[in-house]
Every structure is written in C-alpha cells, then in structure tokens.
Nanobody
Framework: KVQLVESGGGSVQAGGSLRLSCAAS????????MSWHRQAPGKEREFVSG???????NYADSLKGRFTISHDNAKNTVYLQINSLKPEDTAMYYC???????????????WGQGTQVTVSS
C-alpha cells in the first residue's frame, strides 16, 4: 500500500520560486512513473507535468518554461521546481503514481494529499 507525501508548498510573492517534493513509501521494490497535478477552488484538477522512471518528461503546454520536474528513483521521490511564480499558480498541488513497476503489489493511480501553493502579487 503506497503512501505519497507532498511537501514544499507555502505562501510566496510573485516572482519567487518553490521546490515541491513528493515521497512514496510503503512500497518496497516499486518504482513509478510520477506526475504532478494542481487544482484551484472551483476549477477542475489539471495536469502539470510527468516523469517516467527513465527520466522522460512532459509538461502541460500552457505551463512550459517555468516548471521543471525531476526525480530521485533511489528515494522514490519526485520534485517540481517552479520559478517565476504567478498568482494564477495558486492551487493545491498533488502528486500521483502513474505506471508502477516491480511487482503486482506496486500501485498505480495513487494520489497524495496535496501541498498548498499560494502566490501573492
């Protein structure tokens, strides 16, 4: 049973940067394709970025440039670096396991609880 714990969110001024982390635990022997999503109040959850176990990345077209996803497979941790933050980036940011590798016990499509990012102008 995999647990995802996000951290690194907070309140920052526009133009600042944040590095979000998401660590997977309780999944011995598992490796994951991982993704980040975000959701603002009253809006649908949207895809932000994804990374495969071999390091291939993709980004939502509207967010390319300021967002960088990376991972440390040894720690089962994925990161999201956000630069030049804008007020419209304000949202709950969630991580998710996508593809799961290592055994039948490895869980895909699992969500974390989210970490709040608030950007003031």
């Amino acid at each position: 049973k995999v647990q995802l714990v996000e951290s690194g969110g907070g309140s920052v001024q526009a133009g600042g940067s944040l590095r979000l982390s998401c660590a997977a635990s309780g999944s011995t022997g598992c490796k994951y394709d991982m993704s980040w999503h975000r959701q603002a109040p009253g809006k649908e959850r949207e895809f932000v970025s994804g990374i495969s176990i071999d390091g291939r990345t993709n980004y939502a077209d509207s967010l390319k440039g300021r967002f960088t996803i990376s991972h440390d497979n040894a720690k089962n941790t994925v990161y999201l670096q956000i630069n030049s933050l804008k007020p419209e980036d304000t949202a709950m940011y969630y991580c998710k396991t996508e593809g799961a590798y290592g055994g039948f016990w490895c869980q895909s499509s699992s969500w974390g609880q989210g970490t709040q990012v608030t950007v003031s102008s």
